[in-house]
């Protein structure tokens, strides 16, 4: 079975903190992707990688930026925390075989103080 | 840019009824869709795809969709839900584009109630 797991279930975190959010995959998968879920908004994806120390901006990258030094690690950094970022955090990864077939994290749950 | 419109928010069932889900896409071209599902205070799952071939997919748990190309739509289907389909529900798509690039574009999501 896949597996991605994210460091933490629930983060709170002060205005203009940094914030680092880490996601592990055990599948060697090549693709691997970041997403916020707020609710009747659905998941909009913020930067995706394909490969290490590659990475591409999703349609809301804006306040967020992205680490990606192992193929099976990839982290979503906040470098300046707003209450605006408040939400749930979604990991994915993905083969290039199974094609765009994604797997899931639990998520993460950022609070914003 | 492509967009994905579910139409129903919330639907609430009672249990045997029949289910339909509405998927949209803006896309044109050529497309692999998806229907993942989130059951309550668990991660996001895949149910089912669709990447050619028999319009009509088969996924886990008695679900079905029907891919009908000149409607630009996925819809999802089960003819007799369960107290356990209580879940929010989303379409994916993945417009198939030259050059790489290719990314999904998930829709708002359903939240489904099913009631005993």
């Known amino acids: 079975d896949v597996k991605v797991t994210q460091s933490s279930r629930y983060l709170v975190k002060r205005t203009g903190e940094k914030v680092f959010l880490e996601c592990v995959q055990d599948?060697?998968?090549?693709?691997m992707f970041w997403y916020r879920q707020d609710p009747g908004l659905g998941l909009r994806l913020i930067y995706f990688?394909?490969?290490?120390?590659?990475?591409e901006k999703g349609d809301i990258p804006e306040g967020y930026s992205v680490s990606r030094e192992k193929k099976e690690r990839f982290s979503l950094i906040l470098e300046s925390a707003s209450t605006n970022q408040t939400s749930m955090y979604l990991c994915a990864s993905s083969s290039q075989a199974r094609y765009n077939e994604q797997f899931f994290g639990p998520g993460t749950r950022l609070t914003v103080l | 840019a492509q967009s994905v419109s579910q139409h129903n928010h919330h639907v609430i069932l009672s249990e045997a009824a029949s289910l339909e889900l509405g998927c949209n896409y803006s896309y044109g071209g050529t497309v692999n869709l998806f229907w993942y599902v989130q059951y309550p205070g668990q991660h996001l799952q895949l149910l089912l795809k669709y990447f050619s071939g028999d319009p009509l997919v088969k996924g886990i748990k008695g679900f079905e969709a029907e891919f009908i190309k000149s409607k630009f739509s996925f819809n999802l289907r089960k003819p007799s839900v369960q107290w356990s389909d209580t879940a929010e529900y989303f379409c994916a798509v993945n417009p198939i584009l030259t050059g790489g690039g290719n990314k999904l574009t998930f829709g708002t999501g359903t939240q489904l109630k099913v009631e005993l």
């Open positions: 599948m060697d998968h090549e693709n």
């Open positions: 990688s394909y490969d290490v120390k590659m990475k």
